[in-house]
């Protein structure tokens, strides 16, 4: 059975640290890997991993992807209130008609 | 460009009753998904709907249905609602299968009283 599991569940930080959000995996047939980000409703994307040891950087958040090692993490740098979200992980799982998620990660960034 | 639409953005039905929800994909895309998400979990894969066909479905009982229209657009319907229907239910869309990058409506909160 496909499987996404993401860590840690939740985590409070202060404004300005750095923090590394986790995601292993466990599917047939890898296709990509994808990060979204969750404040309200909407989960919006981050980005896609389809490549080992490649780092996807936006401003202060950066992903890279382990596919020997079936994870990937996702680093976000000088953090600030506005990155309080759920950071969700996702894979293509099945006929790829469908992702599959992990429960995510509740980050809160206090001042 | 609009993105992905949805409505109604909440609503609250009784246990026993029947909903339908809307979702306009974005424009080009031909691919709409439904998935389901409970309070402190991740979306669950409902459906997934490409050129009007049926193209995935999730471990979901027979209440929950689905279609896409000629336009693109689609509906989530489920019947017989019990309490543990109440969730956020979310419609992304896509350009194609398989699925790459999806983008998402911002939902509809459904509340089963």
């Known amino acids: 059975e496909d499987k996404v599991v993401q860590s840690p569940l939740s985590l409070v930080v202060h404004e300005g640290d750095t923090v590394t959000l986790n995601c292993s995996y466990e599917v047939t047939n890898f296709r990509s890997l994808l990060w979204y980000k969750q404040e309200k409703k909407a989960p919006t994307f981050l980005f896609m991993l389809?490549?080992?040891?490649i780092e996807k950087k936006s401003g202060r958040l950066s992903s890279i992807l382990d596919k020997k090692e079936l994870f990937s993490i996702l680093n976000i740098t000088a953090t600030q209130t506005g990155d309080s979200a759920i950071y969700l992980c996702?894979?293509?799982?099945?006929?790829?008609?469908?992702?599959?998620f992990g429960t995510g990660t509740r980050l809160q960034v206090t001042l | 460009d609009a993105g992905v639409t949805q409505s109604p953005t909440h609503l609250i039905k009784t246990r026993g009753q029947h909903v339908t929800l809307r979702c306009s994909p974005i424009s080009g895309h031909k691919s709409v998904s439904w998935y389901q998400q409970v309070l402190g979990q991740g979306p669950q894969f409902i459906f997934q709907y490409y050129e009007k066909e049926e193209r995935g479905r999730g471990n979901f009982p027979d209440r929950f249905s689905a279609r896409q229209f000629p336009n693109y657009s689609s509906e989530l319907n489920v019947n017989a609602l019990l309490l543990g229907d109440s969730a956020l239910y979310l419609c992304a869309s896509s350009f194609t299968v398989p699925v790459g990058t999806i983008y998402f409506g911002e939902g509809s909160w459904l509340t089963v009283v």
């Open positions: 389809t490549s080992s040891g």
């Open positions: 996702a894979l293509p799982t099945g006929t790829a008609s469908k992702l599959t």
